[in-house]
């Protein structure tokens, strides 16, 4: 009779951590178009995952450069509310700039696996259609993901 299978090999429990050059603490999105040509630009919430799918914990979020109202400033991508009006970002300097960068400070160094973007319910033309992602990992900022015109 033929041999049998050698079972799988076991994952090791718990999960080992990442290699440290994966993790980060700081991470930027640049946005540089949405969907309508010369419009601001708003988001309604971001979470970023890591490899296990859990949200990542966000230390502070800031937009250089950018132009919010009190109300809409870019803390409320990171404020947990995922539908309602009255919790978005709003950065009106998109449209003189042609771009627009969220930075995000994370509360420790973990690693990034995916994310997620809500859009904001009043406009579709102020949705983000190209932008890119970054880390900075060794004094510089790494390109991890870039979306072109969706």
Excluded: C
């Excluded at 950018?66 to 539908?83: A, Q, T, Y």
């Excluded at 998109?94 to 930075?103: A, D, E, F, H, R």
């Amino acid at each position: 009779p033929p041999a049998k299978p050698a079972p799988p090999a076991r994952l090791p429990y718990p999960p080992s951590s990442p290699p440290p050059y994966l993790l980060s603490t700081a991470y930027k999105f640049v946005f540089t178009q949405t969907r309508g040509a010369g419009m601001p630009l708003h988001l309604q919430e971001i979470v970023l995952y890591g490899p296990t799918g859990e949200p990542l914990k966000v230390a502070n979020v800031s937009n250089p450069g950018g132009l919010s109202k009190p109300d809409e400033g870019p803390e409320r991508v990171f404020d947990g509310i995922r539908n309602g009006m009255r919790s978005k970002w709003v950065d009106e300097a998109m449209q003189i700039k042609g771009n627009s960068t969220l930075l995000i400070m994370l509360e420790s160094e973990e690693q990034l696996s995916t994310y997620e973007l809500f859009r904001a319910r009043k406009s579709l033309q102020r949705d983000p259609k190209v932008w890119q992602l970054y880390r900075w990992h060794d004094a510089t900022w790494q390109l991890l993901n870039q979306q072109d015109a969706l």
